[in-house]
C-alpha cells in the first residue's frame, strides 16, 4: 500500500467515485551541496558488560533483489506502520517498498510518518531533510516536521529482569543531522509533524530528501498529507499519567538550573503524549514535625498545574517513615522481618494528617496516596494495617494489586482504585462499580517485557480503543524517562531520556501510546458528534447518526478483548487507521449539520451487550465437522500421568476445569537447596515434572498433527513475578533419550486458560527427529527451578491433553484488514493454516480471490500451501470503492476439490489524498 502508513478510507468520505488518479512518485534529484549548520551524530550505546550473552534478532524473510535504480542509489526505502518493529537486521519485503509517504492528522495533533533506509553498501554520513508542507497559500513550515532517527540500543531480552542476555533493538528517537550506516543494517527514520493549531483543512504536499556523502544523487520522496476540518476532543472520564522519577531526584547532580530547564520540558512534553493527570510525586518524611513532604514541592507543582496538568497526584513512599520508626529498610515488594509495634500506625495517620493540612494551605491538587506498592503476599497483615492507618487519616488510597488476586479482600475496605497491571475486571463491573475505580498500570507494555511488538502494537491497543473496551478510567505505567542509559547495567532503564540539554529524547513505543491515546480521542469526538445530533430534525443528518452508531457498534465488536494487550492476538497493523480514518470522515460529514443540543458524551454509546458472535473453539468445530482424529492423553481420567521427583505434587482436583468436572494440578514449590530427585545425579535446581509413558517401542506421534492441552497458573507471586511463568514440554524416545524440549508457556495470564498447541510436523526437521517422534516412549511436562525465585510455590491446572490429526487441511485465519485503501498496489494477507502434512503440502493450493458484488474477480493470488505463509495479492486492478469480498479456497490441485473457504467483507475505498 502507497506510504505503507495503514491510511484507510471510508468510501463515503469523498463519495463512490472511481479513483483513477495517481500518486506523486519519488524521483532521484542532486544532492545538497551547501554544508549543514549544525553536525550531530546519534549517540553511542554503551559497552556490554563482560559476560553477556546476545540473542539476535534472527530474519527470516529471504534476501530482497534491489532494482536498477535501487542500485544506483545505494539503498532500499521501505515502510512498515508505526507499530511493527524494524530491527537492525530486517529485510523488507517486497511489498513494503515505497515511493511516496501518506497521513493525515487534526489541527493541534502530533501525526507520525516513518520509512526505513536499507542499505546495499556502506553509507556515511546520510542526511534526511523534509521541506515545508503546503497547500495553496495555507503552509506547515519545516520547523513543525520534527525528523528523527531510530536508534538501537542493547537491551535486556526478552524482561527487564532477564540477566546476562541482550538484544539489540530500536529504542530511542534521536535527533540527528547525519548517520553512518553499515551495509544492510536498517535505518528507520521518524517524521513527527505536528499540524498546528490554526492549520487551514486541505491536502498539503512536500517532501523528504535523502542523500549521502559520496553521492551526486538524492532521493526525493513526496509527502502527501490531509488536515481535517476539527479538533480532537478527550473522554473526560478517561485519564492518562506515568510513573516519574522528577528531575531533582533523579539527576541530583546537574545544576538547578538544568534541572529546572529539563523539568519544564518533561511536564511539557507529558501533555503532548496525553497527560492530564499529575505524574507521580514521592513523599519524603520530616521526623521533627511526623509529617510528609515533597521535595521541591512549590516548584514542581506550580509547573506541572502550569503544563495543564490537573489532580490528583499519585503519591507513592512511606520508606522514609518506615525506616525513622523501625530503623530498617523495607525488602523488596515491602517483606519485613517483623510487624512494627501499634503506636507506628498511629503515627503514621498522623503523619499524613499534617501533611494533608499543609498540602490543603498550599491550594495544591487532591493526592491519592499508595501506601505500598506491588505490596507481597507474605505482607498482607503489614499492608492491611498500613492501608488502614491512611484512610484514619481521611484520604483516598490506590493499591497496586489486581482486584481478583486472592489478598484483594483483605485490602478493599481501605481502598478506593485498584490499579493492576491487567484490564482483569469485565467491562460491566469496572464501569459502574459503586465502591472502587478502576485504574491500570500496563507495564508490560512499557518497559517489563522488552519486546518491541508487546510494547508498540499491544501499547496502542491499550492505550486506545483497549482502554475504552475495558471501562477503566486511568493509565499510569511505569516508567515516563529513563534518567541512565545503560540499559545492560541498570535492568530499571526504560522510557524516554533527557539530553544534555534536558530535552526529552522520546522512544517508538511512547510514541505508538500517544497514537493510542489519539485513537481515543478520535473515538470520543465522533461519539460527541453522534450524541449532539441525535434529535436532528434532519433527516440526512440522522442517517449519519445511525451509520456512526454502526461504525462504533463495529469496532467494539471486533476488538479482541484480553486482559493484558500483548503483541499477539491484536489487530492486523493496518486496522488501527483504518478505524481512526472511518471514525474521522465520519465525524466531519456530522459536523456539517448543526448541532441539536450540548449534551457530553458518555464514554461508550455502544450496545456492550452485544458483540463478536462467539466462533467457538477451533479444533471443537473441527470435531462437529468429523475433521478429526483425537486421542485422549488427560481430559476426566488422569490416572496415566506420573509424578517424577518430590518437589512437585500430582493431584486431580475440581477447582478449576477447562471442560468436564475434573483437571489436573500439578503444584510445586520451588527448592534451590534441595535435590528433588528424578535425575541421574545431584541437581539441587533441578526440573519437578510429571509425565504419561508409552510401553515397547512407544507411541507414533506423526500419526497426528498436534499435542494440544490447556493450561492455568495459579500462584500469589507479586504483580512483576507473575508475568513469566516457563513450563516446559520434553520428550523421550525409545531410540532416543529427551530428544525434543521446549518451554511452551512464558508469558501468560495468571487464573486464565491458555490453550496450547504444538504443531508436530514442524518440530521435525532431520530423518533422526523423524526416527524419535515415530518411537515417543514418554511426554513430560514441568518446570526449570532456575528460571524461579526459591521458595516459590506455583501451581498448574492441565486440562484436555490430547493429540489431534485433522484428516483434512483447513484454513485457521487470514489476517485482512477491513478495508483497501485506493489507489493500492499490493494486499498483503498473513494467512494460518492447520492440519498440512508435510509430505502432501504440495498436492495443495491456496486460491484467494477479491470478488466485486456481482460474484467476479477482480484480483486474485495463488499459493503453495504452509502451516503459516503471507500471501501478497495484486490489486492494482481495483479502482471503484465499494463492498467487496475476500474469499480463499484451500483445495487439491488436481481435483479442485475444496477442503476448507473463507471469506471476509471488505470495504475498497478512497485515500486521503485522493482528490476531492
Avoid at 138 to 156: C, S, W
Wanted: charged share 25%.
Amino acid at each position: 500500500m502507497s506510504g505503507s502508513t495503514g491510511l484507510l478510507i471510508m468510501a463515503a468520505a469523498f463519495g463512490m467515485v472511481s479513483c483513477s488518479q495517481s500518486i506523486p512518485e519519488m524521483k532521484i534529484t542532486t544532492a545538497p551541496r551547501e554544508a549543514l549548520k549544525l553536525v550531530k551524530y546519534p549517540s553511542k550505546d554503551a559497552p556490554v558488560p563482560e559476560g553477556f550473552k546476545e540473542n539476535p534478532f534472527v530474519e527470516t524473510n529471504p534476501e530482497i533483489v534491489p532494482t536498477a535504480q535501487e542500485n544506483e542509489l545505494g539503498f532500499i526505502i521501505f515502510s512498515r506502520p508505526v507499530t511493527e518493529t524494524v530491527y537492525p537486521q530486517s529485510i523488507p519485503l517486497p511489498d513494503e517498498r515505497i515511493s511516496s509517504l501518506s497521513a493525515f492528522g487534526t489541527p493541534g495533533e502530533f501525526e507520525p510518518v516513518t520509512f526505513t533506509l536499507y542499505p546495499l553498501k556502506e553509507l556515511q554520513d546520510i542526511r534526511v531533510e523534509a521541506s515545508a508542507l503546503s497547500s495553496g497559500k495555507n503552509v506547515i513550515a519545516p520547523e513543525n516536521i520534527d525528523t528523527r532517527l531510530v536508534v538501537y540500543r542493547n537491551i535486556n531480552y526478552p524482561h527487564y529482569t532477564t540477566n546476562g542476555v541482550y538484544r539489540r533493538m530500536p529504542e530511542l528517537l534521536e535527533k540527528v543531522t547525519l548517520n553512518n550506516a553499515q551495509a544492510k543494517e536498517c535505518q528507520r527514520y521518524w517524521l513527527k509533524i505536528k499540524v498546528p493549531e490554526s492549520a487551514a483543512p486541505g491536502l498539503y504536499s512536500g517532501t523528504v530528501n535523502i542523500s549521502y556523502k559520496g553521492s551526486e544523487k538524492a532521493l526525493s520522496v513526496p509527502v502527501s498529507f490531509r488536515v481535517l476540518s476539527f479538533k480532537l476532543l478527550k473522554d473526560p472520564d478517561k485519564h492518562y499519567t506515568a510513573y516519574n522519577y522528577d528531575v531533582f531526584r533523579a539527576y541530583k547532580k546537574k545544576p538547578l538550573k538544568w534541572q529546572e530547564n529539563a523539568a519544564r520540558n518533561d511536564y511539557k512534553a507529558m501533555v503532548e503524549y496525553g497527560f492530564d493527570t499529575f505524574p507521580t510525586i514521592y513523599l519524603s518524611y520530616d521526623g521533627k514535625t511526623n509529617s510528609f513532604f515533597v521535595d521541591n514541592g512549590d516548584f514542581m507543582i506550580k509547573q506541572i498545574m502550569d503544563a495543564g496538568m490537573k489532580g490528583p497526584v499519585p503519591a507513592p513512599g512511606i520508606g522514609g517513615f518506615y525506616y525513622a520508626q523501625t530503623k530498617k529498610t523495607m525488602g523488596p515488594h515491602h517483606k519485613i522481618d517483623e510487624m512494627p509495634p501499634a503506636d507506628f500506625y498511629v503515627k503514621l495517620t498522623e503523619a499524613v494528617k499534617n501533611f494533608e493540612k499543609v498540602r490543603k494551605e498550599k491550594g495544591w491538587p487532591e493526592f491519592i496516596y499508595v501506601p505500598l506498592d506491588e505490596v507481597d503476599a507474605n505482607s498482607k497483615e503489614f499492608g492491611e494495617k498500613v492501608y488502614k492507618a491512611f484512610k484514619d487519616a481521611g484520604v483516598r488510597t490506590y493499591a497496586t494489586k489486581d482486584p481478583i488476586s486472592p489478598d484483594a479482600g483483605d485490602y478493599a475496605a481501605n481502598v478506593d482504585f485498584w490499579c493492576s497491571q491487567p484490564f482483569s475486571i469485565p467491562y460491566e463491573k469496572a464501569a459502574f462499580d459503586k465502591t472502587h475505580g478502576y485504574w491500570c498500570y500496563p507495564n508490560h507494555n512499557s518497559y517489563e517485557i522488552k519486546i518491541p511488538d508487546v510494547m508498540c502494537r499491544g501499547g496502542r491497543m491499550t492505550y486506545g480503543f483497549g482502554l475504552w473496551r475495558s471501562g477503566y478510567t486511568l493509565l499510569i505505567p511505569w516508567i515516563w524517562r529513563s534518567y541512565v542509559q545503560d540499559y545492560l547495567r541498570v535492568a530499571s532503564s526504560g522510557g524516554n531520556f533527557a539530553d544534555e540539554d534536558g530535552n526529552i529524547v522520546p522512544t517508538p513505543y511512547w510514541e505508538c501510546f500517544r497514537e493510542g491515546y489519539d485513537d481515543l480521542r478520535y473515538l470520543y469526538t465522533l461519539q460527541t458528534a453522534i450524541v449532539q445530533r441525535e434529535n436532528s430534525k434532519d433527516a440526512a443528518c440522522l442517517k449519519l447518526v445511525k451509520e456512526g452508531r454502526a461504525l462504533l457498534q463495529k469496532i467494539w465488536d471486533a476488538i479482541n478483548v484480553q486482559p493484558k494487550y500483548l503483541g499477539n492476538n491484536v489487530w492486523n497493523p493496518e486496522e488501527f487507521n483504518i478505524y481512526r480514518w472511518q471514525m474521522a470522515e465520519m465525524t466531519e460529514n456530522l459536523l456539517k449539520y448543526p448541532a441539536s443540543n450540548k449534551s457530553p458524551a458518555p464514554s461508550v454509546i455502544v450496545d456492550t451487550g452485544k458483540g463478536a458472535a462467539a466462533s467457538g473453539d477451533f479444533l471443537e468445530e473441527q470435531a462437529r465437522k468429523g475433521n478429526t482424529i483425537i486421542k485422549d492423553l488427560g481430559d476426566e481420567d488422569f490416572t496415566s500421568w506420573n509424578n517424577s521427583g518430590t518437589e512437585g505434587a500430582l493431584s486431580v482436583t475440581e477447582k478449576f476445569k477447562h471442560s468436564g468436572n475434573k483437571s489436573l494440578l500439578f503444584d510445586v514449590t520451588v527448592d534451590h537447596k534441595k535435590d528433588g530427585g528424578g535425575e541421574n545425579g545431584k541437581y539441587p535446581i533441578g526440573w519437578p515434572r510429571f509425565l504419561i509413558s508409552f510401553p515397547g517401542k512407544g507411541l507414533d506421534l506423526t500419526e497426528y498433527n498436534y499435542i494440544s492441552m490447556w493450561v492455568l497458573v495459579d500462584s500469589e507471586r507479586d504483580e512483576v513475578a507473575d508475568d513469566f511463568s516457563p513450563f516446559y514440554i520434553s520428550i523421550t524416545s525409545s531410540v532416543r533419550r529427551n530428544f525434543f524440549g521446549k518451554d511452551i508457556i512464558s508469558q501468560v495470564e495468571q487464573r486464565e486458560w491458555t490453550h496450547i498447541l504444538l504443531p508436530i510436523n514442524e518440530q521435525i526437521s532431520s530423518k533422526e527427529d523423524l526416527d524419535g517422534w515415530k518411537h515417543v516412549s514418554a511426554i513430560q511436562f514441568g518446570i526449570s527451578e532456575g528460571k524461579y525465585a526459591d521458595g516459590t510455590n506455583i501451581r498448574f491446572y492441565v486440562d484436555g491433553i490430547s493429540l489431534i490429526k485433522l484428516k483434512n487441511p483447513t484454513i485457521f485465519s487470514i489476517d485482512a484488514p477491513s478495508a483497501v485503501l485506493l489507489p493500492a498496489k499490493t494486499l498483503a494477507l498473513p494467512c494460518s493454516l492447520m492440519g498440512v502434512d508435510r509430505e502432501k503440502a504440495k498436492e495443495y493450493l491456496l486460491d484467494i480471490n477479491l470478488l466485486d458484488s456481482k460474484g467476479k474477480s477482480i484480483c486474485n493470488v495463488s499459493s503453495g500451501v504452509a502451516r503459516s505463509l503471507r500471501a501478497v495479492m495484486d490489486v492494482s486492478a481495483l479502482k471503484t470503492p465499494g463492498y467487496y469480498t475476500l474469499q480463499a479456497d484451500l483445495k487439491e490441485k488436481k481435483s479442485g476439490k475444496i477442503f476448507s473457504s473463507y471469506k471476509k467483507e471488505l470495504d475498497v475505498i478512497n485515500s486521503p489524498v485522493v482528490a476531492e
